[in-house]
């Protein structure tokens, strides 16, 4: 089975080579790529006083990677630290520890409105929120429900990529599945497939879309997009084992 994959080039090859063992042939067709916000004024006075917050929620991998390109220092947060951190999934949390921080809570759904449970009493307490520029709601509207201040920083925009050629040729060829990570990787999917004389919605071969989670699926489902599975773990990992489940037997 041909698995084209979305997400950001910097951000496939562990994917890709998870697929390969599975038995899979990975397709690049990134359709997003990061951008981090430059001169950061706001994050950085945000790390220059982290002993404001009760807690930091990194939502993603992205938002990780782009605070701590800005400290080579660790960072008083965590474990045994006045701040506690919470991540949302274990690809999140294992970047995290890349960067000497255990995360005090790590949602069961790799979702932001789950991690709402673990957050405690958060009356009158600052939450920071080093988000995407295109972040949904709901998570600092649920923060402010609670008696929360959400401290919402914009860290990174999602940005369409330039096209893969190789991966447009065998989209147009057609291949079996159509893999999804994020919400932003269905809107930029769509559009560049419009763009290049495709109808996302009758591709050739009729391939399967993979998403990574529910909200992707929601994503999806509200383009047009009818063959859709979704992983029961919101991770990479999860996807492959989705996939693995329809080749069986």
Not at 28 to 50: D, K, M, R
Not at 101 to 123: S, V
Not at 141 to 155: C, L, M, T
Not at 185 to 204: G, R, S
Request: with cysteine.
């Amino acid at each position: 089975m041909k698995v084209l994959i979305t997400r950001p080039r910097a951000q496939a090859d562990d994917f890709a080579d998870k697929l390969r063992i599975a038995g899979f042939e990975p397709i690049f067709f990134p359709v997003i790529e990061i951008q981090p916000i430059e001169n950061n004024a706001a994050l950085e006075h945000a790390l220059q006083l982290l002993d404001r917050y009760a807690w930091v929620v990194f939502t993603s991998v992205n938002a990780v990677e782009v605070v701590f390109a800005l400290t080579p220092t660790p960072l008083p947060m965590g474990e045994g630290q006045g701040m506690r951190v919470a991540a949302i999934g274990p690809k999140t949390a294992e970047v995290l520890r890349q960067h000497d921080i255990e995360p005090d809570f790590i949602p069961d759904e790799f979702i932001g409105e789950a991690i709402m449970d673990g957050l405690g009493d958060l009356k009158n307490k600052w939450i920071l929120l080093p988000r995407a520029e295109i972040a949904r709601k709901e998570l600092p509207e649920a923060i402010s429900k609670a008696g929360g201040i959400a401290h919402e920083i914009i860290v990174y925009r999602t940005l369409p990529a330039e096209i893969d050629i190789k991966g447009l040729t065998a989209l147009k060829s057609g291949v079996d599945v159509v893999t999804f990570t994020s919400a932003s990787t269905v809107e930029n999917f769509v559009a560049i497939a419009q763009k290049n004389h495709l109808d996302p919605l009758h591709l050739p071969n009729n391939p399967l879309f993979a998403c990574i989670g529910p909200i992707t699926a929601q994503a999806a489902q509200e383009a047009g997009f009818e063959n859709i599975v979704v992983a029961k773990e919101y991770t990479t990992d999860g996807l492959i084992e989705a996939l693995a489940k329809m080749e069986t037997p």
